[in-house]
Nanobody
């Protein structure tokens, strides 16, 4: 089991950058594929980015390709999401998840953080 705590959210203007961090507890962080999801008001939670255990494979939603970068530091048990050129439509609660896999055609995670709010003003 792994516990996840996100940080780094906030209120920024369009075009700005933010870096989210997700600190994981326990010795098993490196055994999980990790991901960032987000959920905007009135919308379903969606996968933003996913990174494999070794960081060899990365997936990005089309809406964030070229602007967001997911990385991980297995030595520090930490997952990151660098978000550049933020847009108002990026406004959402961002969740860190462990054990992110495609199940029945949908991305899901086994363990979740509590979420961090990102608000982008125009």
């Amino acid at each position: 089991q792994v516990q996840l705590v996100e940080s780094g959210g906030g209120l920024v203007q369009a075009g700005a950058s933010l870096r989210l961090s997700c600190a994981a507890s326990g010795p098993t962080f490196s055994t999980y594929a990790m991901g960032w999801f987000r959920q905007a008001p009135g919308k379903e939670r969606e996968l933003v980015a996913r990174i494999s255990r070794s960081a060899f494979n990365r997936y990005y939603a089309d809406s964030v390709k070229g602007r967001f970068t997911i990385t991980r530091d297995n030595a520090k048990n930490t997952l990151y999401l660098q978000m550049n050129s933020l847009k108002p439509e990026d406004t959402a609660v961002y969740y860190c998840a462990a054990g992110v896999e495609l199940v029945a055609g949908r991305w899901s995670g086994d363990y979740w953080g509590q979420g961090t709010q990102v608000t982008v003003s125009s």
